[in-house]
């Protein structure tokens, strides 16, 4: 039952508060939860979902006092620039170890143990690398370009060079983001090694063409669409690089109130960040078994569900973003073209889907790290390692990170209307639609993540 | 009139690279409207208060004094209006508080 029966022992985790149901995402990818947590959840949904969007609300009305530029200059600067003198030595290592894990996980995943919890090539992608380093990048800094084996080897072949079409822009990888998940949601990827390691396998070859044929830089700046994520999510850290490419440390989140992005395609990708979260949950509802039943009785093909629900999804939520951008020069009013509020905006919702991505993965990577052990320690041995039980308290640190997530999102957008707008209160009128947004998509989560749990449909 | 001031073109997704990104932001008038511009950077403002705010912030080591002045009566009016804001955004901070307080007491 792909990804959510990878560990089926985390029911401890209860649910405490309110927006403690937050937290079940944390099993829902952690196993199968079913009524579990909802049994010790007290409060009616319309209740918890109101909470949820008064809280965002109600930080923006906070965050809206706070209208001296200076001090919100004074919050985003404080940059020091670091010196790394064995930088050259680390990118070795790192690129070197990347390597081997990718040699790994191909080996592992066709001669490995079929359980999956004591195959490694299933317990590295998932616990260590989706999780685990997923979250480093964001909580720490972003050293994928260090890490990607692909980009390693890629160093090591030709480089033709052809030029990418520019105008494609980002769209090719925001199309390969979409992609990936839907083929991480359909595919049995956790519990089938050999289909990870094909799956890698085939990754690995269209990654390594796209970078000989347009040459690396390109290919990781543009067309790479995890390359992208993670250098989205390192934008949310406090380890980054300044513009002449020295590492700084800087107030976490600071970063994403710059004005980072190139163009309306890159908007689009950080749209898909947050989509591609909630299509994960969206389609382990009753309510999407209804929908697809509906749609298969009138005569849609089963097999277009999963694609469909996804583009469509995503089209929802990009023309939602597009239209607050629109509507915001009306409430501000301001004369600043919609792409260009639609590029400044987008920034602060990746700290969002970071806040979202703790949530969902930290528990689950504490609780596969014995797993992760054993796969180091004794790769080809079926063990069955334990899983750490995370005590009943971690759902609030789940909790803790979306709602912190929020928080950074809010200044961050905060700062970033006092960096465009000469008027205070235009600055804070022009977050009126955004906000709107945003407390739209917490009550959207929160709704998901009380919905019963149920078997995907239609799906082999 | 419309895109009359807009510096940064339509393709953002052209400008790769690390070129700095000082004044990246595009302009959209709509044909109907007359906007005023700043005479220093050619920006067009909704109001002749913003562009007094703006001139302030932006331009403070080149403005003349009648500018100046624009720019401190339409800050002071400015910091009326926020006050005003602000007590609207306790009031409805307060009755969020005290109305879930109320509606988790009796749910
Ligand atoms: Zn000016």
């Given at each position: ?7 089926p ?7 405490a508060s309110?927006?403690a149901?937050v937290?079940r ?6 196993g199968?939860?079913?009524g ?7 409060v009616p949904?319309?209740l918890?979902?109101?909470t949820?969007?008064?809280a ?24 020091r ?10 990118r ?5 170890l990347?390597v ?15 359980d ?28 994928w370009?260090a ?7 890629v ?6 060079g ?14 390969g ?19 990870l ?10 990654t ?31 380890f ?6 020295s ?6 989140g600071s970063?994403?109130?710059s ?9 689009a990708?950080?749209v ?12 382990a ?22 694609p469909?629900a996804?583009?469509?999804g995503?089209?929802l ?7 607050a ?11 600043v ?42 790769p ?10 995370v ?9 803790a ?5 929020h928080?950074?999102a ?14 205070r ?6 977050q ?8 739209c ?16 449909p239609?799906?082999? | ?15 790769h690279?690390?070129e700095?990104?000082?004044?990246r ?14 005479t ?31 720019y ?21 901070l307060?009755v969020?508080?005290?109305?879930f ?7």
């Open positions: 039952m792909r990804r959510r029966a990878l560990v022992g985390l029911r401890a985790v209860a649910v309110v927006l149901a937290a995402p944390v099993l829902a990818h952690g199968s939860l079913g579990g947590a909802r049994e010790s959840l007290t949904t319309w918890m979902l109101a949820g969007g008064a965002v609300g109600g930080s923006f009305l906070l965050a809206s006092f706070a209208t001296d530029r200076s001090a919100i200059d004074a919050l985003l600067d404080g940059r620039t670091l010196r790394l003198p064995v930088e050259p030595a680390l070795l290592v790192a690129g070197a990347g081997v894990v990718l040699l790994g996980v191909l080996v592992t995943g066709y001669v490995g143990p079929t999956p919890l004591s195959n490694p090539a299933v317990v590295v992608v998932w616990g260590g690398w989706w999780a685990g380093f997923a979250m480093s990048t964001y909580l720490v800094g972003n050293t370009p890490v990607n084996p692909w980009r390693t080897v160093s090591a072949l030709p480089d033709f052809r030029s990418y079409r520019w105008r494609f822009g980002a769209w090719p990888s925001v199309a983001l979409l992609a990936l998940v839907w083929i991480e949601v359909v595919s049995p990827l956790a519990d089938e090694p050999a289909v390691a094909t799956t890698v396998l085939g990754y690995s070859a269209v390594l063409a796209g970078a000989v044929v347009y040459g690396p830089e390109t290919w990781f700046s543009e067309v790479d669409p995890v390359a992208r994520v993670f250098r989205y999510y390192g934008a949310v850290a406090p980054g690089r300044a513009e002449d490419g590492p700084e440390l800087r107030p976490p970063a994403v109130s004005d980072l992005l190139d163009g309306v395609d890159e908007v990708f950080v898909a960040l947050l989509w591609v979260t909630t299509f994960d949950g969206f389609v509802t009753p309510a999407w078994r209804t929908v697809a039943r509906w749609l298969v009785g009138l005569g849609y093909p089963p097999a277009l569900l999963y469909g996804m583009l469509a995503f089209a939520f990009f023309g939602l973003y597009l239209l951008a629109r509507l915001a020069r009306r409430t501000a009013p301001t004369y073209a919609t792409a260009t509020l639609a590029r400044r905006f987008a920034p602060p919702l990746l700290a969002i889907a970071a806040g979202y991505h703790v949530a969902h993965f930290l528990g689950y990577f504490l609780s596969l790290t014995p797993a992760l052990l054993t796969a180091v320690t004794a080809l041995a079926t063990v069955n390692p334990p899983l750490l039980v005590p009943g308290w971690f759902g609030g640190v789940a909790i990170g979306v709602l912190g997530g928080l950074v809010i200044l961050a957008a905060h700062a970033t209307a006092f960096d465009l707008f000469p008027g209160l235009q600055a804070i009128r022009s009126y639609p955004f906000i709107a947004v945003m407390v998509y917490t009550m959207a989560s929160l709704w998901i993540v009380t919905r019963p749990d149920v078997p995907l239609y799906l082999p | 009139m419309t895109d009359a001031t807009q510096r940064s073109g339509d393709g953002f997704g052209e400008t690279g690390d700095t990104d000082d004044d932001t595009a302009y959209d008038v709509p044909s109907d409207e007359t906007p005023v511009e700043c220093y950077c050619g920006r067009p403002f909704e109001s002749d208060a913003l562009l007094a705010l703006h001139r302030g912030q932006v331009h403070a080591d080149v403005i003349t004094d009648d500018e100046r002045a624009a401190d009566s339409a800050h002071e009016a400015e910091s009326g209006q926020l006050r005003r804001f602000r007590l609207k955004a306790l009031a409805v307060v969020i508080y005290f109305g307080l109320m509606v988790y007491a009796l749910v």
